[in-house]
């Protein structure tokens, strides 16, 4: 159902004519086209044939290597032994779902979370301890809560910086106290960490395998939002007999992730590529979420509230409790608008009025004016119609 | 289990100085590195972001477009909507047995089949009922009489042409008979064809699908065994009705296939370089298989016997019954050579005495004296240690 939902709201919003803040696409425009054409030329002719057979279920070992030094910069400590490539982050979800979670198991989740990690964890009929989170991320203290009525949670799944959808950023007091809960209790946490380093405002955190040293923390990641989606590149970083439980996962799934693409993208890496190009998606991103900021300020009612992401791709505004984000979507398609209606990402119910605004698929002129339209028909629905 | 098995296999095949008759690989010779290359360029120059960017789970349309006109060539008729592109075959087994097979339930499989579909299958708890096969392929009384037995099957997957692992091919007569079991009983049959075109000697045969027009079965094929296996692309057709199905189950797996690859992919075809490629990759099998073939002649017992492969890339090899296969492949890995104990290949146990030799990752030599060192190591066991 909710998939169907979703993938509505995609299929009206790519229409001709609609300005769209709905999906959840980086910017094309950041997609570094001649440098990576230049790697792939690479792979192909040093390389050879080796690029384009079969290969091990775990991954290219020598961007694996390149990934550890990678991490090591950002705290994070591990060895390619310790690292699975995935096809995508999606895969890496579904993976870890399949190795924690037995029909009617629960996990933890923020309320709201990340659709796809909802969308793979049903698949294994998983339960979900919802706990609610502000712009400072999810409390330590719900979490407690949550933990004491319903102890037997497989995981924690937490998206601690640059939240999608909610844009928000944990705190570091936050995610140092989750962590010793998290420990105490020997729940492991799954962080999934796309956008960690598309910060364009205030100062980095360490994440939460950095501040654990690894232990009891999964961290995921994706070359999806630094290089390009449509190569569909992952990974995961755990205990090696996690990783080794993962990859018998994913033998009967795919049998292994993409060898050429894993070629190519490490000599986009080895050439020093990947750590040039991330200031100019980071720079690109702090205008487009400038703009958008503004025109928000501008043109949304004052009653509508929203964090302010300091990173990422994503917007998340409050309506008053009684307009419903739904209602809202389908007027604001007729003036040529299009948005997630918040409410699919609350993996029990509820949030009938949220809105996520994704801001790094439009023009500056399409975010004005397509927040300037949304704006009329929040003002609407606040105010009664004809109020201006 | 199954699973570490084939992998220990494998890794030790791969050691240095080790001629592997193990693994399945293509010849990496026959990779058109060149014109490969140069539709990426393609892809990457005229359609630029595009090939970079997320796209709908249900693949590139113009790809889908260009494989119905190449299938029409084989008497398949299909749409783009009711095609699904997919990470590879192996995705494919694993989106079909997501949606058609709930724990417990029964898929009805040749002994022996492909490796990788029973790890698929296994993910779904699911149980075999096996039906011997011979050079002609499964039997049709064999396929009644078991399901008289166990008429609850949730399908029947079958590899008709060059099988993996017994490297025969079904006959027309007992293609049509399966068909009609398969419909008077409305049980759907999986057509898995990844070698269907690798025919290097005898006359094509219909595949199941063209046959049945459609009715009743879902085709499978795959771009690694024409192309490059690296590139993980494969598809299936089948009645919309489960191509609909397999995309809400793909969705949560992985979100789509590569878009880059299936644009790539698209150019290299478009240009017709995989028609003008095939007949390379046929001449070559053609080539090494008549060497193994040779050689088996010469320097195995008589009382080993094969079945001769008309395309494909295995020899499979009984042995006499007292012969334990797994006994002679570490007798035969000590002289340097490796195969595959056929027994993994059986999914309710059995076939100990035979094996599997993949003749198209070898050269002449290697596999000459692969074959005639395995040979000897067969004349021990047989006649006993020494009487050569």
Not at 180 to 192: C, F, G, N, S, V
Not at 198 to 226: C, E, I, N
Request: aromatic share 10%; net charge positive.
């Amino acid at each position: 159902m909710r998939a169907s939902i979703i993938r509505e709201i995609l299929k009206v919003s790519s229409k001709p004519g609609i300005i769209s803040f709905a999906g959840g696409l980086p910017a094309p425009e950041t997609f570094p086209l001649k440098k990576f054409e230049q790697a792939m030329i690479e792979a192909l002719r040093r390389d050879g044939t080796k690029a384009l057979q079969y290969m091990v279920t775990e991954g290219f070992r020598p961007l694996k290597e390149y990934l550890c030094g990678w991490l090591r910069k950002q705290r994070i400590q591990g060895t390619p032994e310790q690292m699975l490539m995935t096809h995508g982050s999606q895969q890496g979800l579904e993976l870890l779902g399949k190795i924690f979670i037995n029909p009617g198991d629960s996990v933890l989740v923020e309320d709201p979370t990340y659709l796809g990690a909802i969308q793979s964890f049903n698949t294994f009929e998983t339960k979900y301890v919802t706990v609610p989170m502000d712009a400072r991320g999810m409390s330590p203290e719900a979490v407690e809560k949550a933990l004491q009525r319903r102890p037997q949670v497989k995981f924690i799944y937490v998206v601690p910086t640059f939240h999608n959808p909610a844009g928000s950023t944990m705190t570091l007091e936050r995610r140092q106290a989750l962590i010793k809960i998290a420990r105490r209790r020997r729940i492991p946490i799954l962080e999934d960490d796309p956008y960690g380093l598309l910060r364009f405002k205030g100062k980095p955190l360490p994440s939460l395998y950095a501040l654990a040293k690894g232990r009891g923390v999964v961290y995921m990641s994706t070359f999806s939002k630094l290089l390009s989606p449509g190569i569909r590149l992952g990974y995961i970083l755990a205990d090696q007999e996690i990783i080794d439980q993962l990859v018998l996962a994913k033998q009967p799934t795919d049998l292994q992730t993409n060898t050429l693409i894993q070629y190519a993208v490490y000599h986009y890496c080895k050439h020093g590529y990947l750590e040039k190009h991330l200031p100019l998606i980071i720079k690109d991103y702090a205008h487009r979420a400038q703009v958008m900021e503004e025109a928000i300020r501008r043109y949304f009612p004052r009653q509508v509230t929203f964090i302010e992401p300091e990173g990422g791709m994503f917007f998340w505004c409050t309506l008053p409790e009684n307009i419903n984000a739904g209602e809202v979507f389908k007027k604001a398609l007729k003036k040529g608008v299009a948005f997630v209606d918040g409410s699919v990402f609350f993996a029990n119910g509820g949030g009938k009025n949220t809105m996520r605004l994704n801001f790094t698929n439009c023009t500056d002129a399409a975010i004005r004016s397509g927040i300037q339209k949304l704006g009329g028909v929040l003002e609407d629905f606040i105010q009664g119609p004809g109020s201006r």
